[in-house]
Every structure is written in structure tokens, then in C-alpha cells.
């Protein structure tokens, strides 16, 4: 029978329960369990599609398609395993599944409430996740904070799966946050133990307490917590700040959170945890022997949850090339052509963002133009790899007014036009290219030398797209299509071949790219950009190791 763990939080938002749930499973997972993690999302927006990034951050997307949590990217990143649709559901999800029953008269004419009918509804999707996969165990993370009012028929569900299971098969681990007052001098337990009465007058109580903490907690204060939280001391467990995230789920393991998940859910130990490879990433990324600066370009750049995948895709390709990758977050809307030298200089390598709209559009194409014609690597995601083209298109074809169709409708050059089948959409939610699509690659490719394989699989979530119609025209002036759709032919990767580094990609690798398998295009990446900086700094150092 597979067991629940449910995370909640309560006191403050942004302590990390994505990390916290993500290192738990990892640390089962090592220990040979078979583990997912499902993110339960209060808010009523179906999914995070349509919502703007600064609302939200950054919008995940599953091989099946799926417009998710960022947390989801955390739990691959942390389990290596592919989510899916059912790895996020939101109360909007929920009431639609329930009132589209209604309207189909599946309640017999009954009265159709919050109790039973939405709880039965979460409850069922926290149970289908168990019964279609077989896992030993479901982490379930619970969004927003306890007391929250949309969090209420969450608790309540998770109190009903619990009586309906027995608590030695759900059990509750509550994130929250223990203040330290200086001029006390104190660390403060107090709104933990209202956090957790908050709890108790809806009927549940935390089985195990991770207390987020910038002072060490000592034996007094565990105590404390354990008796006024009516847990076990030893299941008052300390969770510090880190270095890094990836340093929490050898944290987690020191103060034994999954052994005592382990005890509490009365499941018997397999293994010791392997976590060879996960050290090694650790040990990399914490003695790099070498550092580039890449420029990030993009319109969100100072919100950094709007590209987490990209930032974490760096620390692990960082962590594979021994090398310290420094993100510069350069915004878009800042560079033009006057300035674009000064904004870019010192750069190893420039990402220029995906994105939609006409915003700050016309600063990435001049990022792009320096990377070019200053043989920088340049790596370009979605939107990105659009405006590779368009920059192609305006300087190199001598189509002065190339655009995308999505920034100038009546453009005469549209290099990048909408797909067919995207013309007649009016609905906007999750009505995108959403998804893993297959790509083909080119043989005599750059990209084909990185990923060492003709055929990937890659996720997608755009409108817009290559326009076949001017490929010829590309070819010969030397941007190549080396990777597309083998069932389509939609053009998934541009290249130019003359250039050191210049990949665009129609897809998102950022989104693939987990901590023991960093994707192999921010790994070529950086190494392009480290070797970039060691010809621009030490030209002569570089010469004599090659002669
Ligand atoms: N706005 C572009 C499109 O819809 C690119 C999307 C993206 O960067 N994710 O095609």
C-alpha cells in the first residue's frame, strides 16, 4: 500500500516546502523507495499558464504537457524522474472537475458542497497519483500557508485521508518558521505554536516539525516546540540556512527526517542511502576550478523565480565543468545599439531569454547581433531563438523589417510566423505547443556533437515558429537548421556553423536539466564560454598549451 507524506507550511510563505519536500523524497529515494511529489495549489487559475511571471515566476511544463508549479522543476531537479499532469493540481482544477459533474448530473441531485464533493475531489487526486503508478510513497506539498481561508478543504481532506487510512499511512510534516529577535537575543517559538493550533481546530495535527531557522536551535527549544506541538522531541527537526539547495537533503539526513518519516509511517528501512553521485555534484560545485560571467538577457530579470530552471540548469552544468558559472542579469529593455558594448562587456557567453510580447524585444536582438559578430557563445531559449533568426534575418539577409508575426502582424518579412494550427485558438489556457515533442538532429551539427545522439526529446511550450518558407535563403547565408520535427518539420535548433557557439533552440532545455543530468547544451555551453574566456584573458597561456 503506498503511504503519504504532506507537507504544509505555516507562519510565513517562502521558507522552501518545494526544497524541504524535494529533499524528503530525495532522501527516500536514495534509500531505495520508490517516491513522487505532488504539488496541491489553493489559487483558482486552472494552472499557472496564463499567469504573468512576476505573479507567479516561472511556468514549469511536463513531457505530457502539462503548465505547472516551479516547484515541479525542484522535484525533478532533486529525483531525476519525470511529473507529470498529475503532479499539480489547483483548487480551480478541482471546482472545474466538480461542476462539470454537476452539469453532467453525476450527484443525483444532491446538494453538491465543499464537504463532501471538493474534498472527495482532492482526495481522489492525491489517491490516483498512488493507484496509477505504484509508488511506496506520495509527498504531497500543500501551497499557501495554514490559516490561509483556500487552504481550508486541503486540511481537511488530508484530516479525512488519514482517519480513512490510519495515521501510520499519512502523516503530516509541517515547515515553519522560527524567528530569532536580536535585540532579544532569542529565538522565538511562539508563532509556530500558533501555526500549529491553527491546525489543531481543523482537526490535524503535524506528526513532524521542520523548524527554517538562522540560529542554531538548541535541546531547550526542541523541547519546547515538541510539547507545545504535541510532536515527539526528536521529530523537531532543525533546517538551517544553506549554502545551496542542493546542501538541504544532506542537512535533512543529518537531523535523520527520513528515518523518523520512516518510523511514523511504520515502514522498515531498506537501504543505506546511496547518494554517490549527488555528493560528487556537491563536491564539484563547491571547488570549481575556473569562472565565466554569462549574460542573462530577458524582460523579468529582476524577478528570479521567472527563469529558476535556466539559473539552476547553470549551477549543474556549472558543477559538471568544475567551473563557477556567474549569472549577469541584463535587462532588455535597457540594451540598444548605442549601448549595447558597454551593457555586454566582459561577458563569456550571452542566453538571451524566452518570453512573449513586444517588450524588449529589439534589446535582445542587439544582444544577439554582439554575440554574433563578436563570436561570442550565445545560447538562445524559445523567444530567444526566435530573435536569433530575426537578428539573422534583419543583418545578414538584409531584411531591414523582419520580425515575428507575434510583434509586428503585417511585417513583410514574417521570418517567424504563427503555426497553422495555432491561427484559430481564442482560448488561451494551456492551448500552446505544450509538451515533449521528438527532434531530429543533423549529423554535422554542433548540437549533434553535444548530445552525442540523433534523436531527443525535448519540451515545448510556444505559439510561434520557424518560418520554412525562408529556409533556403538562411542555409545559404549560413544559419542552419539542424534540428527538426522528424514528423512536421518544424525547425527545433538553428545553428551558424562559422561561429564558435551559436545555438537557438525552439525548445526548452532548461526544463531537462537535473542535478545528476545536466542537460548537454548548458554543459556545452559553458564549456564554450569558458574557453571563450581563456582566449579573450590569456591568449598567450592558451597558445602555448596548444603548441
Ligand atoms: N512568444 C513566443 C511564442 O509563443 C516564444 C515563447 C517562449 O519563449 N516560451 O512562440
Redesign the pocket.
Same mark, same amino acid.
Given at each position: 500500500m503506498t503511504k503519504y507524506i504532506f507537507v504544509t507550511g505555516g507562519v510565513t510563505s517562502s521558507l522552501g516546502k518545494g526544497i524541504i519536500a524535494a529533499s524528503v523524497a530525495k532522501l527516500l529515494q536514495a534509500r531505495g523507495f520508490n517516491v513522487t511529489i505532488q504539488k496541491l495549489d489553493p489559487y483558482i487559475n486552472i494552472d499557472p499558464g496564463t499567469l504573468n511571471p512576476y505573479e507567479h515566476g516561472e511556468c514549469y511544463v511536463t513531457d505530457d504537457g502539462a503548465e505547472t508549479d516551479l516547484d515541479l522543476g525542484h522535484y525533478e531537479r532533486f529525483l531525476g524522474k519525470p511529473t507529470s499532469q498529475a503532479n499539480n493540481v489547483t483548487t480551480g482544477r478541482i471546482y472545474q472537475t466538480v461542476i462539470n459533474k454537476e452539469r453532467e448530473g453525476a450527484y443525483l441531485g444532491k446538494t453538491v458542497q465543499v464537504i463532501p464533493h471538493i474534498t472527495d475531489e482532492i482526495k481522489r487526486r492525491i489517491t490516483l497519483l498512488a493507484t496509477e503508478n505504484e509508488f511506496d510513497i506520495v509527498i504531497t506539498e500543500i501551497g499557501g500557508t495554514v490559516g490561509d481561508i483556500e487552504s481550508l478543504p486541503y486540511i481537511e481532506a488530508i484530516r479525512q485521508l488519514q482517519w480513512e487510512n490510519g495515521k501510520e499511512n499519512c502523516i503530516v510534516v509541517h515547515l515553519t518558521l522560527i524567528p530569532y529577535l536580536k535585540a532579544a537575543k532569542e529565538l522565538k517559538t511562539k508563532p509556530t505554536q500558533h501555526s500549529v493550533k491553527l491546525m489543531n481546530e481543523n482537526g490535524l495535527s503535524p506528526d513532524i516539525i521542520v523548524c527554517r531557522t538562522e540560529e542554531p536551535i538548541n535541546g531547550d527549544i526542541k523541547r519546547k516546540i515538541a510539547l507545545f506541538c504535541n510532536v515527539t522531541t526528536d521529530a523537531v527537526i532543525e533546517a538551517n540556512d544553506a549554502e545551496t539547495i542542493y546542501d538541504v537533503p544532506l542537512h535533512m539526513m543529518r537531523e535523520n527526517l527520513d528515518l523518523i518519516c520512516l518510523d511514523k509511517l511504520k515502514m522498515r528501512l531498506r537501504n543505506e542511502p546511496d547518494l554517490k553521485n549527488w555528493k560528487t555534484f556537491l563536491q564539484k560545485l563547491k571547488n570549481p576550478t575556473s569562472k565565466v560571467t554569462i549574460g542573462l538577457v530577458g524582460k523579468y530579470v529582476e524577478l528570479q523565480d521567472a527563469y529558476k530552471s535556466i539559473l539552476e540548469s547553470f549551477v549543474h552544468a556549472g558543477a559538471m565543468n568544475n567551473c563557477k558559472v556567474e549569472v549577469r542579469n541584463i535587462h532588455s529593455e535597457h540594451i540598444d545599439k548605442d549601448n549595447c558594448k558597454t551593457q555586454l562587456s566582459g561577458l563569456d557567453g550571452i542566453l538571451v531569454a524566452?518570453?512573449?510580447?513586444n517588450r524588449g524585444i529589439e534589446g535582445k536582438i542587439e544582444a544577439i547581433r554582439h554575440a554574433r559578430e563578436n563570436n561570442i557563445p550565445f545560447f538562445g531559449?524559445?523567444?530567444?531563438m526566435?530573435c536569433s533568426v530575426i537578428e539573422f534575418a534583419r543583418n545578414v539577409l538584409g531584411f531591414p523589417t523582419a520580425n515575428?508575426t507575434?510583434m509586428d502582424i503585417h511585417t513583410a518579412y514574417p521570418v517567424?510566423d504563427i503555426m497553422e494550427d495555432q491561427k484559430n485558438i481564442i482560448q488561451m489556457g494551456g492551448t500552446?505547443r505544450l509538451g515533449a515533442f521528438e527532434c531530429e538532429l543533423d549529423i554535422d551539427s554542433k548540437s549533434y556533437e553535444i548530445y552525442a545522439r540523433k534523436h531527443i526529446s525535448e519540451r515545448h511550450? @510556444?505559439?510561434?515558429?520557424f518560418n520554412n518558407n525562408y529556409l533556403e535563403e538562411f542555409e545559404k547565408a549560413g544559419m542552419k537548421a539542424v534540428g527538426k520535427n522528424p514528423k512536421t518539420s518544424l525547425v527545433e535548433i538553428v545553428e551558424i556553423p562559422s561561429h564558435p557557439f551559436f545555438i537557438g533552440a525552439q525548445f @526548452?532545455p532548461e526544463l531537462k536539466s537535473t542535478v545528476e543530468n545536466p542537460h548537454p547544451l548548458f554543459v556545452g555551453f559553458v564549456k564554450a564560454a569558458i574557453e571563450f574566456g581563456q582566449k579573450i584573458k590569456h591568449p598567450s597561456k592558451l597558445e602555448s598549451v596548444n603548441n
Open positions: 524566452p518570453g512573449f510580447g531559449i524559445c523567444l530567444g526566435q515575428s507575434e517567424i500552446m511550450r @510556444h505559439r510561434w515558429e @526548452h
